[in-house]
């Protein structure tokens, strides 16, 4: 599917469709991922609504990062949701009152305030930050973004590679589906299946009131999520102390870390530091993500079970994301061009890729992250294409994503069969990613 390159009035009504979003949707601190089905703050949905922000205002896109910073516990974790404090519980399930983080806090080092989740997302905040700041450095030295940001993200990337280093092998483990920020991915279902679910009149599904149950992850992946976080929170949230039932390395939110790193020795650059020991990490952990995780039979990343330490054997875009990482091999790069151009991530009716194999077992058209084509992941997956020179292919993906966004009014993702929209609409992280690759 070759679209032709939106004309400059087509670009003009998009990037105004794509600011309008992002305007209804600022709370005045943050921006919501959508008004009706994510109420709150999301932490890899905040990195990339600033991403597009700093397009409209890098004042603005530097606030949406504070905000989630302000999050931060004292062991340096940045949580999954940073909780409007104007909202009823029932605005979305889990609550704050599920999470207890501020009570949790006297141990594990919440902040009193905001309330937080006390699970974690992908590590996308330094890229982020780096290139908000990028946008107006003025601006950001005049504020002490970048100096106030810096000590932060290094905090929250130490976390990341001290406490959830739980397979010792020098990656970040999650112990969470969410955390990958891909629920209902069939990479999970294996490590899932030595869960037991919560009762299901222990809680209410809040999403179930906006959104399409097909479309939703099912009631027994709830249970069970139900059951890991509520377990996590009853340990504490200590990582050493709780008896992790689901811990896996993941190849997306490994390669972001490692990007993001990068992020972090430009920024010690601009703050007068050696950026080298950042440098020295980014191709640490680029040496272990290849050798822990790659797969060179199938051509893509696989995502390792702790329990068994094996790679599970599903085929799922988050292999394909560490394209993004900008030291690979060669050889590993024409593999995942290959992969990406193949049978299993092409489909017929978008440019954007598939969450899922499109000939795998598990693949389901509309569920979440079973199949449906997504703007984040795509946006990553460019960045990876341009990084390593394959201009006329990440161009096709440009201009595909831009008339997929337009043409869904911003939907949260895409039906890969049809090319239609579904879950939300005017979406956060597709409007802000529209407006980044229109600049
Ligand atoms: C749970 C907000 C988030 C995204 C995730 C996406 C979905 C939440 C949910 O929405 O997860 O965190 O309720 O389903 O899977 O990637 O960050 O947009």
Redesign the pocket.
Known sequence: LDRPAPTASAALTLRRGAARVLLDNWTGTSTV??RT??PHQ????SAFIAIGLRHLSARRAQRELESLLAGQWADGRLP??VFNPALPPDA??PSPDFWQSSRAGRTAGAPSTPET?G?V?PPVHALAAWLVHRADPAESRRRGFLARAYPRLVAWHDYLLTRRDLGGGGLAAVVHP?E?????SPCWDGPLQRVDPAAPDAYHRA?LNH?NPAD??TDLDYGR?VRLAADYRDAEYDDHAARHRFAVEDPCFNALLIVSESALADMAGELGRSGAPHTARAAELTRRLVSRLWDDTSGLFRVRDLATDALVDERSVTGLVPLAVPHLSRDVVKRLHETLDGPHFKAPATQLIPSYDVTGHAFDRHR??RGPA?F?TAWLIHRGLRTHGLTAQAERLRQGFLAEAGRSDFA?YVDPVTGGGRG?RR???TAALTLDLLS
């Open positions: 991922p959508s089905l994510y999301w932490s890899w949905d999954h949701i979305y399930f989740s699970i997302q969410w990958p920020g891909m629920d209902n999403d959104g939703r992850p999520y979440y992250w997504w984040n949260e939300a979406f956060s992280w």
